[in-house]
């Protein structure tokens, strides 16, 4: 059998596949993982009492409109990676968009507050915990991606391995959210942003063994 005919069966046995199938398949591994590490933020570190009015302020709207916003950036680029076309990346200055913006809100809010209060509002009182719980509560949200990408065939594995690391780091923030009480800009830029940054290294480290196909 030569090379024309051999495509040509292949392609014949082939199933038609939904167009909406890479988002679902993204989706419930988004799910399956979120839902443990919700379980992980309440039964070990709890959730902030003060939950209601705080989700009544803007402080935490803006927190989570940040992490949520570069979680929806991140999945636009994991759902692409996650195809083994060359993939132009074309939409990856979209995840700038979050940090610019967040950022334009800590000059706001450096302006407003006195120069004494910036050091306190950037460390606040869980700097030195805040990133590897974000890093440690990704863990269950990356695992889900990497069950869904069992179906995908991606063939740029350490960017794949990246974009879904970054996107579970930005889920992992969301959720830990419900328990976190800082509510500085500065504070959130930061040491939430490091702990998606550091989710992001760990899934491009991994990626190019995780990912294989």
């Known amino acids: 059998m030569n090379t024309d005919a051999l ?3 292949l392609a014949a046995e082939a199933r038609p596949v939904s167009r909406h199938a890479v988002g679902r398949r993204l989706a419930l591994g988004i799910v399956i993982g979120g839902a443990i590490t919700f ?3 309440w039964f ?6 003060d939950l209601g009015p705080a989700m009544r302020g803007f402080p935490f709207w803006l927190k989570w409109g940040y992490t949520i916003s570069l979680g929806i950036c991140a999945m636009i680029l994991v759902a692409a990676l996650a195809r083994p ?8 200055w ?14 706001k809010e450096m302006v407003q507050a006195p120069s004494a209060e910036w050091l306190a509002m950037w460390l606040g009182q869980s700097w ?16 889900g991606l990497l069950w869904s990408f069992r179906q995908f065939a991606p063939t740029r594995l350490r960017a794949a391995g990246a974009a879904a690391g970054l996107a579970a780091g930005a889920c992992s923030a969301t959720l830990y959210g419900l328990n976190c009480a800082e509510v500085s800009a500065m504070f959130v830029l930061t040491w939430y942003t490091l702990g998606i ?6 899934g491009a480290l991994v990626g190019p063994r995780l990912l294989r196909w």
């Open 39 to 41: 379980g992980l933020i």
């Open 197 to 202: 940054l550091l989710s992001a290294a760990v």
């Open 128 to 143: 030195t915990h805040c990133p590897w719980f974000v890093l440690a509560l990704a863990a269950p949200i990356f695992i």
């Open 44 to 49: 070990w570190l709890g959730i902030r009492p």
């Open 85 to 92: 076309d060359t993939v132009r990346l074309r939409w990856l």
């Open 7 to 9: 495509i040509r069966q």
């Open 94 to 107: 979209l995840v700038l968009v979050p940090f610019a913006s967040l950022a334009g809100m800590v000059i």
